[in-house]
């Protein structure tokens, strides 16, 4: 079973920074993608940043710039630094893996971005 736990969400100033951790547990050998998507109320969830197990990444065009997706492998765990945070930001933020065929999700961090 493949557990993941998510952290670093908060509420931050426009402007400023937030780094979120997302580590998947149990007997994980080689996680394919990890990714962040995000949700805000009344909107449907978007992909924010996507890294492969080759680290080649993608990024949606509202962050591209601001944001950076990275990886431990060792530590199967995927990180989202956030720059310049932007009101429209504010959302719940989830990971993503693929993992031997199948995806699992995280529950959800909330990020608010408000002055």
């Known amino acids: 079973q493949v557990q993941l736990v998510e952290s670093g969400g908060g509420l931050v100033q426009p402007g400023g920074s937030l780094r979120l951790s997302c580590a998947a547990s149990?007997?994980?050998?080689?996680?394919?993608?990890m990714g962040w998507y995000r949700q805000a109320p009344g909107k449907q969830r978007e992909l924010v940043a996507r890294?492969?197990?080759?680290?080649?990444?993608n990024y949606a065009d509202s962050v591209q710039g601001r944001f950076t997706i990275s990886r431990d492998n060792a530590k199967n765990t995927v990180y989202l630094q956030m720059n310049s945070l932007k009101p429209e930001d504010t959302a719940a933020y989830y990971c993503?893996?693929?993992?031997?065929?199948?995806?699992?999700w995280g529950q959800g961090t909330q990020v608010t971005v408000s002055s």
């Open positions: 149990g007997t994980i050998f080689s996680i394919n993608s």
């Open positions: 993503k893996i693929i993992y031997n065929g199948h995806q699992y």
């Open positions: 890294i492969t197990s080759g680290g080649s990444t």
